[in-house]
């Protein structure tokens, strides 16, 4: 099977901080580990043509 690289865009980078922002004002742990498996499954993402 052929593997893809997933590209985040400028939007989805901010987007991304913008949760974590908003997660870590009341849990800096659980905003660590969004970030950690957001950007983690973001590599598993396959792209079907």
């Not at 690289?5 to 400028?10: D, G, L, M, P």
């Amino acid at each position: 099977m052929k593997e893809y690289k997933v590209i985040w865009t400028k939007k989805a980078q901010k987007d991304l901080e913008e949760i974590i922002e908003y997660i870590k004002i009341s849990n800096i742990q659980n905003a660590k580990k969004v970030f950690s498996k957001s950007k983690k499954n973001a590599k598993n993402y396959i792209t079907f043509l």
